[in-house]
């Protein structure tokens, strides 16, 4: 089952149907997701808490990795956040 950015944002903000979504994924045999669709959830999150990069990256890896669906990002890959910072010319 592909796990899609607007159930992982639905899901963690508590949006009406969370309950249901978290249900079906959790009934799921295999879930998986997607680098773009995990970048989206992760700025959906972002938007809806007005939470920071990090604070929401944090919040769907874990989630993430609580319901079984492996992180999509290649290992060494950097996090959101780092890109962010390397783009614009920070290196702390």
């Known amino acids: 089952m592909f796990v899609d ?3 992982i944002v639905a899901i963690l903000t508590r949006e009406p149907e ?3 979504l978290a249900d079906v994924l959790e009934s799921a ?3 998986i997701t997607s680098p773009i669709a995990t970048l989206e959830a992760v700025l959906g999150v972002c938007r809806k808490r007005h939470a920071s990069v990090e604070e929401a990256e944090k919040d769907v890896r874990e989630f ?5 669906v492996p992180w999509p990002m ?6 959101f956040s780092a890109r962010r910072r390397r783009r614009q010319g920070s290196t702390s």
């Open 5 to 7: 950015a607007s159930a």
């Open 18 to 20: 969370a309950d249901a």
């Open 29 to 31: 045999r295999s879930p």
């Open 64 to 68: 993430l990795g609580v319901a079984g």
């Open 74 to 79: 290649p290992a060494g890959c950097r996090s």
